[in-house]
């Protein structure tokens, strides 16, 4: 058998085993919150020490280092415009379809008409104030303070410290920036390209000795994961609104994206879903994009046909800007809570969702529940429109009805997040593929 194969067998059985084990022997429906915690911790300790800090190590590097590789063997800093352009209307408008997706299945499934909101109220409360100070300060500037975060982000006064805050979007412009300056200077570059060259397959072979941790940390991590949430949770309304979120990724998964790679990127999409299964179950595992990313440009380039020019670029960019999952998800879990208040929205507040579910998405981190607090945008948007019409408002507390169910619907919707970014790696590598002495120099 292949070593790849085994790998797979290897990962997708400690991933059941997880779920049992998190379900079984850890979770238990009459503990209380505390002793849950005190019982999940040492499996979520030693999961992050084994798997998820080896591979939280190489996202900076690899990030800074994948960019500058990428804007190099692109070359031509206006096909990189070209490209960049490309880029970023395939995150928007993938993202704008999952949102719409995600409204037409809530508005016809309505998993939250005719529930009634107080007999929740005494344990959503409790729930939401375990995440009212996350909540209130992701929500604090608005639509606008995201994105004015998200620009800040983008133009680090300090390279140094950006990195060491873990920042990758500054990674991202730092490094576009550098590899832009390398390409004009031509001949003088190439001495630094090559060092860039040789640390890009360095990190690369790290990543791939970091994989073979992942059956052993997966095991730890979702047995945490399940062991505190537990399945029982998604029975009654909030089940429905559960399998509604589900239903919308897996249509936006297994139809949406599949659709445009076959179209537009003339790729069989479930042979390329196959070769890049690794990434999806550690997506799915970790509920981190950014913790995925290594995983996700290692395994695009080398098994997936990704060109090193598309996806060193669109790859990072994607794994803090791209989710059409966490997008999606908002958009079911307002219209939720909306319906069950038996608040209507009209179809401008519609649009408000769209519009302010695709930003919150955009401005949320790739890192575990980072979708459930900008969802806090969306509402108070949704809010704000509604008090400037006189209509009675959500409270937030309501958050705390989907919060118990937020861990599972995270795994979910992170690896279509993740699938999101490697479908547009493959699409631009079709603008933008490797040349023989691309892929002489490097992996691809
Ligand atoms: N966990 C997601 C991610 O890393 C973000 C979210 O919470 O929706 O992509």
Redesign the pocket.
């Known amino acids: 058998m292949r070593k790849d194969t085994i790998l797979t067998i290897l990962i997708l059985l400690s991933l059941v085993l997880g779920v049992l084990w998190g379900q079984f022997a850890l979770f238990d429906i009459a503990a209380s919150d505390e002793a849950i915690q005190q019982a999940v911790r040492p499996y979520q300790e030693f999961g992050d020490l084994i798997f998820i800090r080896p591979l939280r190590m190489m996202i900076i590097p690899l990030v800074f280092v994948s960019v500058v590789v990428g804007v190099t063997a692109i070359g031509d800093p206006e096909k990189l415009g070209l490209i960049g352009g490309a880029t970023l209307v395939y995150y928007f408008t993938t993202m704008a379809a999952a949102v719409l997706l995600g409204q037409i299945l809530v508005n016809i499934i309505q998993p939250g008409v005719g529930v009634a909101p107080e007999e929740f109220r005494a344990s959503a409360e409790l729930a939401y104030a375990t995440k009212q100070a996350n909540v209130e300060a992701g929500q604090a500037g608005g639509v606008t303070g995201a994105f004015q975060n998200l620009l800040r982000d983008m133009i680090p006064t300090n390279p140094i410290e950006a990195a060491a805050r873990g920042s990758t979007l500054s990674m991202v412009t730092v490094g576009i920036f550098f590899g832009i300056a390398l390409v004009m200077i031509r001949d003088a570059a190439r001495p630094v390209i090559a060092v860039f060259e040789g640390l890009f397959q360095a990190f690369i072979k790290l990543v791939t000795w970091i994989i073979w941790l992942a059956p052993i940390g997966i095991f730890f991590i979702v047995a945490a994961k399940v062991g505190q949430t537990g399945f029982q949770k998604l029975a009654g309304p909030v089940g429905l609104y559960g399998l509604t979120v589900v239903i919308g990724l897996l249509l936006h998964a297994m139809v949406t994206l599949p659709l445009l790679l076959w179209i537009f990127g003339r790729t069989n999409p479930y042979a390329y879903l196959l070769r890049v299964r690794k990434p999806l179950l550690m997506?799915f595992s970790t509920?981190?994009?950014?913790?995925?990313l290594p995983i996700t440009i290692e395994e695009c380039q080398m098994r997936g046909g990704c060109s090193k020019r598309a996806s060193n670029f669109v790859l990072p960019l994607g794994?803090t800007i791209n989710?059409d999952?966490?997008a999606l998800?908002q958009a079911v879990a307002v219209t939720f809570l909306f319906q069950m208040f038996g608040i209507d929205l009209s179809l401008t507040q519609q649009m408000f969702i769209l519009i302010t579910a695709v930003l919150a998405?955009v401005g949320?981190?790739?890192?575990?529940?980072?979708?459930?607090?900008t969802m806090a945008i969306v509402i108070a948007a949704v809010n704000k429109s509604l008090a400037a019409q006189g209509h009675a408002e959500l409270p937030m507390w309501t958050i705390g009805v989907i919060l118990g169910v937020d861990r599972i619907l995270?795994m979910c919707?992170?690896a279509v997040?993740?699938w999101g970014d490697a479908v547009g790696a493959r699409l631009v590598t079709r603008l933008a593929p490797d040349t023989e002495t691309d892929r002489a120099d490097g992996v691809a």
């Not at 509920?287 to 995925?292: G, H, L, M, N, P």
């Open positions: 997506a509920a981190s994009s950014s913790a995925t794994a989710m999952g966490t998800y998405a949320a981190a790739g890192i575990p529940s980072a979708g459930l607090v995270d919707r992170t997040n993740v």
